[in-house]
């Protein structure tokens, strides 16, 4: 017997135990980072393997459908999320900004699914359709989807992945077996980092909320690096407009840090500052507590209180700053102001 390596098993060997009958439609329910959609796509590739599975198993790995669900081709399954389209792309963006993907699941996409569904299995098995995000629908295109979960069929599984879930619509909500999802213990969040060969990781799960998901997400997209630059940065106070216009390159570096992302990691690095300020431990930044301890004992309460307050105001504007080099210098300027030289 073997089991997926996912991080939660609990969840895995709640859905596939002995007897346990799948409903039509699934709701993983909780915050980013936390595997819900690795858990989905686990349960989808057990529903679609044609060799019969054990309580408990994952996929094959090997029969037919596995080889296609491997390829991304299997042509039972679809993936519903936010996809870049070509009316978005370029269109009144800015130059030099980076193309973004549609935050939306469009109406085309929910109808092509409806096509999927009431047109029949391409092989003997289950269907699936796996919606990631679920709050990426608006109501016109969460009531489309509606009609198609109203139709009841055996062998046809929605798996939906939802980090807001209660935005969705009630009715969507009252037709979907929910399974929350909550952080995992410090343990298996390291020894889930370790399996996927990130086990220095697990010095950024406090500032990612103890998400290992997010840790490994930002390691494959080569933000720890950007990011483990920027604490180092704070951590040594420094003529506040050099310091900006390195930051000015990390955030055009392709696939690094993202401005608002850049903001949080200053926010959460005063967060800390204020709590040694007080005698208490870092939340954030524990491995670097020595380091924050000693810099808190140059701040002042007051004031790191106060660019807190300031930097939630220059957070809402981060994605969109009219000069990227003048924000960057006055989030510098304010993040070295509680501390006396
Ligand atoms: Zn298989």
Redesign the pocket.
């Given at each position: 017997m073997f089991e997926p390596k996912i991080l939660n098993l609990e969840i895995w060997r709640r859905l596939t135990r002995p007897g346990a009958q799948l409903p039509h439609a699934l709701l993983f329910a909780g915050p980013p980072g936390l595997g819900k959609r690795e858990l989905a796509e686990a349960l989808a590739?057990r529903l679609?393997?044609?060799?019969p599975r054990e309580a408990f198993e994952a996929?094959?790995?090997?029969?037919?459908?596995?080889l296609m669900?491997a390829s991304g081709q299997h042509p039972d399954f679809r993936l519903l999320q936010p996809e870049a389209s070509e009316e978005e792309e370029g269109a009144g963006t800015p130059e030099g900004e980076k193309k973004k993907a549609s935050k939306q699941i469009r109406i085309q996409q929910v109808r092509e699914i409806e096509a999927f569904f009431f047109v029949g299995a391409h092989r003997s098995g289950a269907r699936v359709c796996l919606i990631d995000p679920a709050e990426a629908m608006n109501a016109v295109t969460a009531n489309a989807l509606l009609k198609i979960l109203e139709e009841p069929s055996p062998s046809f599984y929605f798996l939906i992945v939802s980090h807001q879930w209660r935005r969705l619509l009630p009715t969507i909500l009252s037709r979907c077996r929910r399974i929350m999802f909550s952080r995992p213990q410090a343990e298996a969040a390291r020894n889930w980092l370790a399996e996927q060969k990130l086990a220095k990781g697990a010095r950024w799960l406090p500032f990612f909320g103890d998400a290992p998901l997010a840790v490994a997400e930002a390691e494959r997209a080569g933000r720890l690096k950007a990011l483990e630059a920027v604490i180092q940065d704070l951590m040594k106070p420094q003529e506040p407009l050099a310091l900006a216009g390195r930051w000015e390159n990390l955030v055009k570096a392709e696939s690094t840090l993202g401005m608002e992302e850049l903001v949080i990691a200053v926010q959460k690095w005063l967060f800390d500052l204020a709590l040694c300020a007080i005698g208490a431990s870092p939340r954030y930044l524990p491995a670097q507590a020595d380091a924050l301890q000693s810099l808190a004992k140059r701040a002042s309460l007051p004031a790191l209180i106060q660019v807190q307050r300031q930097l939630n105001t220059l957070r809402g504007l981060a994605n969109h700053p009219l000069n990227p080099r003048l924000f960057l210098e006055d989030l510098c300027v304010r993040a070295f102001s509680p501390l006396a030289p």
């Open positions: 590739a679609l393997c044609e060799r996929a094959c790995g090997e029969c037919d459908a596995c669900w």
